[in-house]
């Protein structure tokens, strides 16, 4: 198995050097219900957004705009 410097912040490089940190952040990631930010974004002043961010917590992707 090739080791990663612990300069490189990929999830993989994380996985490897801390994986504590990794497993913290992963469980806190399961832990979002996307359905808990549903009443946020119907209630949004700017609903494009809501919906674009809405969407990226529902699949995950980050497209880079919000």
Known sequence: MEHLPPSDWSAAAVAQCYPDLYADVTDLFLAV???SYLDDVLT???PEAS???Y???VTGEWDGDL
Request: avoid cysteine.
């Open 33 to 35: 219900d996307p359905w």
């Open 44 to 46: 949004s002043r700017d």
């Open 51 to 53: 919906v674009a961010a």
């Open 55 to 57: 969407e990226q917590i």
